[in-house]
């Protein structure tokens, strides 16, 4: 399978395009062919000639309520619309006769004469379909005058000629913080409903009332854009012809003038954008159709939260400081390097050539984390490198590479139009992969089956027009119990896919393992007591899964961070195989990733034991490769995880940090363990775009560039690799990149890049997954999925089609071992954290927007039956308690949480919810055991003496001296 070549035509086709057999017609003298079961108006489109039309998009099945459309077609009556009259063989159609003509201007004049005429003051001048097709008709004016002593009824006009109140007029609808909706502009066209519905999938928005009456409401009528179900994933306003729902940054700034495609740098879907500009400023995100990953979609965060860039928080100038108790002082870029490099070189001669090391960043691009890793192994000498997806994916990496021989996910995105039956396991797709989410519930919508395995009632569970078909509400820390049950039932009922077992694994393996799953301890009925899961729901669950047709699981970070996460990730991909669900479309093993670059991070290899492409550090022949492009011998032994690290500086053996564009004091698992750590390092360098809580324990300060103002590359969650470009000049002076090559170079390094190219064409040339890809390639297809090499010169987007990378599927047994993270009577709850919809990992970025309209604070959740026997209400402060800490929290009473589980997010650092969290980790991998702490939950009256200390010190450490000082 081929990605298709990047298209340069943009032009909406008017109607979605259609897969069958060739058919041959005529349009306005022209032949044209196109598959059956497409429709005039996208034949005449693709033979070039457009037909006018205001209800029509090639995102949206077809419509046919605005008329303007209307063609004539030989041998039939009327004049049919072309966006619902599909083409057949032979038929003969006219666009432009003068029945047509004068039919379109007819209903055009109609539109107008409700219409506002301020063409020349309207924020949409210049991008207005509705002023754009009137042009086209040739309508030039409007015979419909009002009666005689009578207004002419309309819904413009806030007063009629007497100064009357207009009972038809509604006035401009301001509450969301990044669109608005013009009632008074409306044509009624339903676009905006129908992309709420058909690529969203939320159905906030509706027609009231009939006829002249007609209107688009977001619901009930007290509801306004704000209070309702709206997502503000832009949809609506992106299917908009004219001004009634339009950007608030088009109102303010004007129509943009020119566009550059990139990458969205939140979440691990990886969506494409048209970045919209005046001259360097930008005016707005669109999502580009042409995306693989989002085909033309987005939600709030891409669409509209870049607000950030421009926030007054972002630092801007190097800073630098002594002691962390000191004040920051602003200095030029070369007296902050020059300190830096000064002070880790003397750590290294002081402390010995392992005691500094390097974070890289999962939100930069693939070449700065190559260079970041590069720095520690060539220039500091030692492999102490580590990255975020420590704290994520690495037991994704590791579970997956054990049974499959590699560590990432075996589809695409478009693989799931294609599923019959969805398992979704520790996810929650429509807060954290939205885009994902929207197309997972279109499928739905056509019949797909729906298992969800998650403590908390999350959205997929039930909303509107979709239903999960089974909910599994697990205790958490039972994963693995509960997945080895599903397997137990499909083994013991021989419900496996024995035909594919045979050929595509190891079958005296899967003997053991069926052996192992067979056992009576395993059956729904024997764990039900430790996991709260119905037997019967559970063995419905697999039954379904193993018979409803193609099976896909995809899952998130309620697997991963977990003392079990690579067990159960392994037990995952044991079912996958089971049930033959690997090596075709509509299957698969998926993981979600939580950022934009987490797969690219552990692709350049950010952990300490492997170098690019996973390949292990002790292997001499890997260690060569790199030997000899860089002119350095690499350490082979591993070097320091992050857990690691901290340890060791609480011991005073490491005592140098190169943090970029992470915040592991706001993400990492027992805060006051990093924050120990941190203190007791004598040089911290945070490379990032704000002070961050980590930037609390540090000496040097380098401000880091936005993904709008880089060059490179991301590799999103389906090992797809798109291109990032560079929107506009980077506010600090330098991309990230660069500012790695200067602090390399201040420590003795001879770097010499001049592009991000030439950094990419390094990877290529030292890592086999990526020897194919470079950007002249990239232009040409837009983006590939790797693996990308001589033997896939069009990348993978199916893994393991013919076999899998290993040779035969491994399964591997996995034995259930709980979690030395108990409850009892000092702290008889579970608590489990997560994200929202509106915020994004440590909200850095997020909070820096208007998308903390939606969620300005952390929330506990709670189920009332734990509220009440504590004595708590709706919004009160509470303290949440662990062994490791406190903190407190308003509570938020729901059933969404089973009795016995509370539930949070880490978005704010006011919270800190991490002080929390146990330093319980993955036993393969040192991922954190985020999802299961045990708590006690009780009545507060404010924050706690932590938090107040916590915020007190980092007031203290963000004083910036004056530049004249």
Partial sequence: MKDFIIPTDDRDMGTPARSGAPVTLTIDGFAVTVPDGTSVMRAAAEAGLQIPKLCASDNMEAFGSCRLCAVEIEGRRGTPASCTTPVAEGMVVQTQTAKIKKLRKGVMELYISDHPLDCLTCSANGDCELQDMAGVVGLRDVRYVAPENAPLANHFAPRNTSGEANPEWMPKDESNPYFTYDPAKCIVCSRCVRACEEVQGTFALTIEGRGFDSRVSFGAKTDDALASDCVSCGACVQACPTATLQEKSIVELGTPQRSVITTCAYCGVGCSFKAELNGDELVRMVPYKHGKANRGHSCVKGRFAYGYANHKDRILNPMIRDKITDPWREVSWDEALDFAAKRMRGLQEKYGQKSIGVITSSRCTNEETFLVQK????????????????????????GLGQAFGTSAGTQDFDSVEETDVVIVIGANPTDAHPVFASRLKKRLREGAKLIVIDPRRIDLVKSAHIEA????????????????????VIVTEGLMDEAYIRERCDWDEFQDYAAFVSDARHSPEATAMLTGVD?????????????????????????TEHSQGSTTVMGIANLAMLTGNVGRNGVGVNPLRGQNNVQGSCDMGSFPHELPGYRHVKLPEVRKIFEDAWGTVIDPEPGLRIPNMLDAAVDGTFKGLYCQGEDILQSDPDTKHVAAGLAAMECVIVHDLFLNETANYAHVFLPGSTFLEKDGTFTNAERRINRVRRVMAPKNGYADWEVTQMLANAMGGSWTYTHPSQIMEEIAATTPSFAGVNYAMLEEKGSVQWPCNEEHPDGMPLMHVDGFMRGKGRFIVTEYVATDEKTGPRFPLLLTTGRILSQYNVGAQTRRTENTVWHDQDLLEIHPHDAEVRGLHEGDFVKLASRSGETTVRAKITDRVSPGVVYTTF??????????????TDWATNCPEYKVTAVQVSASNGPSEWQEDYSAHAEQSRRILPAAE
């Fill in 375 to 398: 720095l520690t192994r060539q220039v500091f000498g030692n492999n102490n490198t580590d990255t975020c997806a420590r704290v994520c994916h690495s037991p994704t990496g590791y």
């Fill in 469 to 488: 078909a089974h909910h599994l509400p697990l205790r958490p820390g039972t994963n693995v119990v509960v997945v080895t049950a599903l397997a137990h």
């Fill in 535 to 559: 037997p019967q729901e559970l063995r419905a669950a697999a039954r379904l899964f193993a018979t409803g047709g193609n099976g896909s699981i995809y899952y998130g970070l309620g697997v």
């Fill in 907 to 920: 978005h704010h650092p006011d919270t800190q919810a991490n002080v929390i969290t146990t330093d319980y």
